[in-house]
Each structure stands twice: as C-alpha cells, then as structure tokens.
C-alpha cells in the first residue's frame, strides 16, 4: 500500500519525470500535491499499469489533486545540459508553477537540485512508496505518450505511438534506414554501431 506523506506536512509533493531512456522526444515530469486522506483506487507506479489504466487514473489524479504541473524538456536541450539535468530541470519547472507552494519535495529517484530553498528528500522507487510520486508518475507517462502519440503522425516510420522514442529493436532499424529527425537526441546512442548519422 503506498503511503501518504513523508515529511509530515500538508503541502508536499510529489515529482516523477518519464522518457529518460528514449532516443525520441521530451523528457517529461509533473509534479502533484495531493489533498490530505487522498484515496485512489488501482493507483500505483505508472510503470505497474497498464496504458489503459494510467488514462483511467489522469482525470482523477487532476480532478481530485490540490494542484499540479506537466513540463517538457525537448531533445535540443537534452542534447545541450544532458539527460539528467533535464530530468531535474522539467521537474523544478513543475514544483515553481505549482499553487500553493509546497512546503516540501520528494522526488524520485537519488538526485535533485534545490528549488527555491524548499527541503527535498529523493527517495528511490518513489513512486511505487508514494502517492503524491505515483500520481506524479502517471501524469507525466501519459502527458508524454500523448505527445509521442502526436508526432507519430508526423514520423509515422518510426512507429512512435507504439514505442514511444525508447530504444526497441524496431525504432533502431527505422532510424538506420531513415535516418533521424528534430525529435532524435543527438547526444544518445542511437545504433550501437554508431559512428555517424545524417541529421534530417
């Protein structure tokens, strides 16, 4: 059973990102600060979920959060500060939008930067410990399978809107026959034999 707060606070939330090990696409975070005595059914890391179930969970967690905040970092700018700096910049970008302000932070995972002087705790596997971190993690997987789902039509040869950017067998072979597009991270790995790409 996930717990319900961790530092004892009314005004915590709780931040996931998605989309750290794609060759494709944003990484995406959210953070959420839940109502006190929050209960939702199936509510889980998003990871444990089925697509179909996390698109249950969306309008729920948003209908019944006190507030919370959905951000991309797009692929230039993973390109340019790297992947983890990303992860954390997108989730500090949710945490500075959210109102109320939060009077603490848990975050998942082992690495954070602070964000105005608010305390912060990383837990690792946050978010299948946590509420506030699960309904982050849901947030920002299916905000960012949306948006995967949208250049899918864009890029239909990479098949997208079912791999979602990350790095299946499938999505490799289309980028060595097609090459890469303005959604590829450039500073990934995107063959394992890569040596160079053509840059679309």
Same mark, same amino acid.
């Not at 019944?64 to 970092?73: E, K, P, R, S």
């Given at each position: 059973?996930?717990?319900?707060?961790?530092?004892?606070?009314?005004?915590?939330?709780?931040?996931?990102?998605?989309?750290?090990?794609?060759?494709?696409?944003?990484?995406?975070?959210?953070?959420?600060?839940?109502?006190?005595?929050?209960?939702?059914?199936?509510?889980?890391?998003?990871?444990?979920?089925?697509?179909?179930?996390?698109? /249950?969970?969306?309008?729920?967690?948003?209908?019944?959060?006190?507030?919370? /905040?959905?951000?991309?970092?797009?692929?230039?700018?993973?390109?340019?500060?790297?992947?983890?700096?990303?992860?954390?910049?997108?989730?500090?970008?949710?945490?500075?939008?959210?109102?109320?302000?939060?009077?603490?932070?848990?975050?998942?995972?082992?690495?954070?930067?602070?964000?105005?002087?608010?305390?912060?705790?990383?837990?690792?596997?946050?978010?299948?410990?946590?509420?506030?971190?699960?309904?982050?993690?849901?947030?920002?997987?299916?905000?960012?399978?949306?948006?995967?789902?949208?250049? /899918?039509?864009?890029?239909?040869?990479?098949?997208?809107?079912?791999?979602?950017?990350?790095?299946?067998?499938?999505?490799?072979?289309?980028?060595?026959?097609?090459?890469?597009?303005?959604?590829?991270?450039?500073?990934?790995?995107?063959?394992?034999?890569?040596?160079?790409?053509?840059?679309?």
């Amino acid at each position: 059973m996930l717990l319900q707060n961790f530092s004892g606070l009314v005004l915590e939330t709780g931040t996931d990102e998605a989309g750290r090990g794609c060759l494709a696409g944003p990484v995406t975070a959210a953070a959420v600060i839940l109502p006190h005595e929050f209960e939702l059914k199936f509510l889980n890391d998003s990871k444990q979920l089925s697509e179909k179930t996390r698109e /249950h969970l969306r309008p729920q967690i948003e209908k019944m959060a006190l507030c919370y /905040h959905v951000t991309n970092i797009e692929p230039e700018i993973i390109d340019e500060i790297n992947i983890l700096n990303a992860s954390i910049k997108a989730m500090q970008e949710c945490i500075v939008k959210l109102t109320p302000v939060p009077e603490y932070i848990i975050v998942d995972g082992n690495r954070f930067k602070p964000v105005n002087n608010i305390p912060h705790s990383c837990i690792i596997k946050g978010d299948s410990k946590y509420l506030s971190i699960a309904a982050a993690s849901i947030l920002a997987k299916t905000y960012r399978d949306e948006f995967m789902n949208k250049i /899918h039509e864009e890029y239909p040869m990479y098949n997208w809107k079912q791999n979602k950017g990350y790095p299946t067998f499938e999505h490799r072979e289309a980028i060595r026959k097609h090459g890469i597009t303005k959604y590829h991270r450039k500073s990934f790995r995107l063959l394992p034999e890569q040596l160079e790409l053509d840059f679309a």
